[in-house]
C-alpha cells in the first residue's frame, strides 16, 4: 500500500491557476501508476487524469485536456496536477490515487490507495 497527502488546494478566481501536490511513502512509489480525481457535492467521484510509472503515459479528462498536466517527480515520491484556465466547473475536492498497473479502465475502485483529498473552489 502506498499512503497519500494531497496539498495545494484553495479557492482562486475564474481563469486562474493552481499546482496539486501528492506526496507518497509506503511502498516504492516509482513503480505505481497514480491518477488525480475529483468530486464535487452531490456528484460522483470522477477520472481526471492519470500518470504511468515512468511518466512516460499519461490520459486526461476530456474536459481538462489542453488546460490541466500532470507530472510527477519519483526521487521525491510525489505527484503534481498542474491546473490552468480554471472555470467554476473545475470546483471540487481533488483526490490522488495509486494502483500497480496502467489500464484504460478509470473507475475509482480500480485504485487502491487514496489520499484525504484537498479542496480546490473556482469563484466565478
Known amino acids: 500500500q502506498v499512503q497519500l497527502v494531497e496539498s495545494g488546494g484553495g479557492l482562486v478566481q475564474t481563469g486562474g491557476s493552481l499546482r496539486l501536490s501528492c506526496a507518497a511513502s509506503?511502498?516504492?512509489?516509482?513503480?505505481?501508476?497514480a491518477a488525480w480525481f475529483r468530486q464535487a457535492p452531490g456528484k460522483e467521484r470522477e477520472f481526471v487524469a492519470q500518470?504511468?510509472?515512468?511518466?512516460?503515459?499519461?490520459k486526461y479528462l476530456d474536459s481538462v485536456k489542453g488546460r490541466f498536466t500532470i507530472s510527477r517527480d519519483n526521487a521525491k515520491n510525489t505527484v503534481y496536477l498542474q491546473m490552468n484556465s480554471l472555470k467554476p466547473e473545475d470546483t471540487a475536492t481533488y483526490y490522488c490515487?495509486?494502483?500497480?498497473?496502467?489500464?484504460?479502465?478509470?473507475?475509482?475502485?480500480?485504485?487502491?490507495?487514496w489520499g484525504q483529498g484537498t479542496q480546490v473552489t473556482v469563484s466565478s
Open positions: 509506503g511502498r516504492t512509489f516509482s513503480t505505481v501508476t
Open positions: 490515487a495509486a494502483r500497480g498497473l496502467w489500464s484504460t479502465t478509470l473507475n475509482p475502485t480500480d485504485f487502491r490507495s
Open positions: 500518470i504511468s510509472w515512468s511518466g512516460s503515459n499519461t
